[in-house]
Structure formats: structure tokens, C-alpha cells
């Protein structure tokens, strides 16, 4: 059993920086893949970004890439979405989420997710 829990939303400017945090607490961590999704209100769940817990290599999605950087602290056992530049459109509520097999952009891959923190960016 994973748990995850988000922290680091608010509100921000347009153009502005933010970093979500989620605390992972696991049995394990061996083949840990964990994921940052967002949805918008009245969109569907989209990947944002991923990490693999053990190698550290990341999985960006196309719309952000360049201006957010997934990262992970093994010590902390904690995921950080370090986000610059943001848009109007990175307005969204994130989840922090975890799977056993991927790093990938498949939500349904992904078993445990935590609660989300709201990304509101303004003009």
C-alpha cells in the first residue's frame, strides 16, 4: 500500500514558479514509478510528469516540457513538480499518483493516488 500526500498549491501569477511536493510513505520502493496528473474543471485527468523511483529518469509531458521538472529525494522520500513559467492553462487541481510497473502517462497504470492540491494561475 502506497500513500501519497500533496502539498505546495496556491495561487500564482502567470509567469510565475511554484513546487508541489508529495510526501510518498510505501512498503517498498523497489520498482516505484510516481506520477503527476492534473485536471482542469470539466477536462479529463492528464499526465503532467513522472519519475522512476530507483534510476531517477523522468517522463515529461509535451505541454510542459521545458518548464516543469519532476524530481525525487530518496532521503525525504518525497516527489517535487519544481513548475516555472506557468500558463493560464496549468490551472488545475494535481495529484500526486503511484504505480508497481510504470513512470508512464497511463492513469489507469497507476494504483494510489493522493489527494491533490489546486493550481489556480492568474493574469
Known amino acids: 500500500q502506497v500513500q501519497l500526500v500533496e502539498s505546495g498549491g496556491g495561487l500564482v501569477q502567470a509567469g510565475g514558479s511554484l513546487r508541489l511536493s508529495c510526501a510518498v510513505s510505501a512498503r517498498t520502493f523497489s520498482g516505484l514509478g510516481v506520477a503527476w496528473f492534473r485536471q482542469a474543471p470539466g477536462k479529463g485527468r492528464e499526465f503532467v510528469s513522472g519519475i522512476d523511483w530507483r534510476r531517477g529518469i523522468a517522463n515529461v509531458a509535451d505541454s510542459v516540457k521545458g518548464r516543469f521538472t519532476i524530481s525525487r529525494d530518496s532521503a525525504k522520500n518525497t516527489v517535487y513538480l519544481q513548475m516555472s513559467r506557468l500558463k493560464l492553462e496549468d490551472t488545475a487541481a494535481y495529484y500526486c499518483?503511484?504505480?508497481?510497473?510504470?513512470?508512464?502517462?497511463?492513469?489507469?497504470?497507476?494504483?494510489?493516488w493522493g489527494q491533490g492540491t489546486q493550481i489556480t494561475v492568474s493574469s
Open positions: 499518483a503511484a504505480s508497481s510497473s510504470t513512470f508512464g502517462g497511463r492513469a489507469d497504470e497507476y494504483h494510489s
